[in-house]
């Protein structure tokens, strides 16, 4: 690997075909999690894909069982406690969003297993997106007590509709790859052993396809998202202050003592 890539840790990369890069998400052991370090490099690799004249396409996905499980408890921990943390995931959540939209080079998404947290967040903005029949999306902010953040805002409602968005996001209900696939969530939806394969093929005919066309369409489609940015920008401060809140605190304990959460049914609102 270049060194373009050297500094890049946390994610395994290689080059599977002629002008193709692969990221993978690689912690089979813990479902694909990501610590503070796994979540800057994704948030960062973006630009460097952007700037890579040796790559026409990307294929992100992840090794074992699962697509990605999210942040660590130790990174929500001190979202709750540190207010420089808060920041820092805060000006990170808004950097892997805009990086993934501003990326000029088709990206190409194959969700294996469970997909939440950041990992879901590429995967859902990828222009491509790919899901395996038994994949489970799962959006669980306000099971932990926060704002629903991230993509939530910025691509839901135009992927699946307000109606969809709101039930899903609101329960934090699981969505299975075929029902991904039926309500818009996602691009296709493939059987499990056909998942990286398919995914191969259509970043290959990306490659092979005209790229300053390709790249110009992709940059006019994403100014859909560049419009919803004020409302993206409010859905993840929004998110960084319920992590101030007793919500917060309550819905990682729970997560942490594998129970239902037990929340105070007032609120200030």
């Known amino acids: 690997m270049t060194d373009r890539y050297s500094r890049y840790q946390e994610l395994k990369i290689d080059r599977p075909a002629d002008r193709i890069l692969r990221i993978t998400f690689d912690k089979p052991e813990t479902y694909n999690s990501l610590d503070e370090n796994g979540h800057r490099e994704l948030c960062e690799i973006w630009r460097d894909i952007d700037g890579d004249p040796d790559t026409s396409a990307v294929i992100l996905t992840g090794a074992g069982k699962a697509f990605s499980s999210g942040g660590d408890f130790g990174m929500i921990e001190r979202n709750i406690e540190d207010y420089q943390a808060r920041c820092n995931a805060w000006k990170e959540a808004r950097d892997l969003v805009y990086n993934v939209i501003n990326c000029s080079k088709p990206i190409v998404s194959a969700m294996n297993g469970v997909a939440v947290g950041a990992g879901l967040v590429a995967g859902l903005l990828a222009d491509i997106s790919i899901i395996a029949k038994s994949a489970r999306i799962v959006d669980g902010h306000t099971?932990?007590?926060?704002?629903?953040?991230?993509?939530?805002?910025?691509?839901?409602?135009?992927?699946?509709?307000?109606?969809?968005?709101?039930?899903?996001?609101?329960?934090?209900?699981?969505?299975y790859g075929e029902d991904a696939e039926r309500i818009g969530l996602v691009s296709l939806c493939v059987e499990d052993d056909e998942l990286q394969d398919k995914a191969m093929e259509i970043a290959q005919r990306l490659v092979k396809g005209a790229p300053s066309a390709i790249r110009w369409t992709k940059y006019a489609l994403n100014n859909w998202y560049r419009m919803a940015g004020p409302a993206f920008d409010a859905s993840t401060a929004l998110e960084m202050l319920g992590f101030t809140g007793p919500e917060a605190t309550e819905g990682l304990a729970a997560l942490r003592e594998k129970r239902e959460p037990n929340f105070d049914p007032k609120s200030p609102l």
């Open 143 to 175: 099971r932990l007590g926060v704002a629903a953040g991230d993509v939530s805002v910025i691509n839901w409602p135009l992927l699946c509709g307000m109606a969809k968005a709101k039930y899903y996001l609101l329960l934090c209900e699981p969505i």
